[in-house]
């Protein structure tokens, strides 16, 4: 019981993240659904081996993109789903046109990248160190220089083309 | 858009998240129920299905190789029941691969690389699936007659019109068939190549 209230804190807590994720990662609202529930299932699952060495923002992170990567998309049917419309919808009122604009290139610009920089990309956008952005992906600090100014590159040339 | 601008948005976003959470304890709850589950790790099932009818064919032809009665009867039976016994094992080991990976323990470039080497793995493994379940097609033909109404496909024809028209037709069909399979599947094992390639050299 004890277990079940902790988890559901901080489950409560990183929504937000979940929902990132599930943006960024699936293209359908289905996908999305699943992909959510997927995540939440993972994190029980592990929730169990977390051991407290890292931080439970960085373990948070990297089973929930860790599950985003390896979703096999073979399987067409879906579980029995909970309602969770709600849960992938996000409240758009008062309108902002220009932010909802904004936000879907910077998802478009996203989801160009590759796997790996797609992961790097999102944590960087959640304002991540580059010592806590080598904890959740296992790359070097150096590795995450690199890569990072390569992503910002690519950015470049895509806003060129 | 700059990464500065980008980050700007983003920001935007998780400020608005933050003033909408809408996750309750029951629904999490429920989500970690296997019940209501996606079906994404129930993925082995057609496969499994697969293997028994595979693993049945086998046994069925097994029972009735005294049948085949002549050296092309038992050859084709000995190419399908090889053929029916590789794939399913093939198949299942390449599922077994990308289902074992600890995403729990593993970092996320640990992750990317083991299951885009599974996928790799998987793919080759379909699409030579898709090749070897042609020649089984053509292989369990005679044996299926043989086994099943005692007819010798070939010694038993009359007429050698069905073979004139049957193998050039099943050529053309197999050209077409294998540069689809090829352009299905060359681009997604290309792609998790060059992945694999992209993750390596940043490990280096």
Known sequence: MQKESEFTQIVKEHEGVIYKITSIYTDTHEDKKDLYQEIVYQLWK?????????????????????TAITRFKKEKKRGIQIPMDSLVKRKTEPYDEVFEERLQVVYSHIKR??????????LLLEGKKYEE??????????????????????????IIK | ?????MQTVWSKLSDQLETQKKLTNKMII??????????????????????????????????????????YNMLSGLISMTILLILPVLSLRS?????????????????????????????????????LSFVLMFAILPVSAKVLNNKDLIADSKSVWPFVVAIPL??????????????SY?????AAENLIKEISEVDE
């Open chain 1, 113 to 122: 990248l590759n796997e790996l920089e797609k992961g790097l990309m999102l």
């Open chain 2, 95 to 131: 599922i077994h691969r990308m289902k074992r990976i600890d995403i729990a323990k593993n970092s996320y470039q640990q992750t990317l690389l083991s299951y885009t080497r599974a996928k790799k793995r998987f793919k080759t493994v379909a699409k030579w699936g898709y090749y």
């Open chain 2, 30 to 71: 429920m989500m970690t129920k296997e019940k209501y589950r996606s079906k994404i790790n129930k993925i082995a099932i057609p496969e499994i299905l697969g293997t028994v009818i595979c693993y049945g064919t086998i046994v069925l032809i097994l029972a009735n190789f005294s049948r085949l009665d002549n050296w």
């Open chain 2, 170 to 183: 099943a050529i053309v069909f197999v050209i077409f068939f294998a540069k689809w399979v090829m352009r």
């Open chain 1, 46 to 66: 592990a929730y169990d081996s977390y051991r407290g060495e890292a931080k439970i923002s960085t373990w948070m992170y990297r089973v929930a993109l860790n």
């Open chain 2, 186 to 190: 060359n681009s997604s094992i290309n």
């Open chain 1, 133 to 158: 952005i080598a904890l959740i992906t296992g790359l070097s600090l150096t590795n995450v220089g690199t890569r990072i100014s390569r992503i910002k590159q690519k950015l470049k040339t895509q």
């Open chain 2, 1 to 5: 858009m700059e990464l500065e601008e």
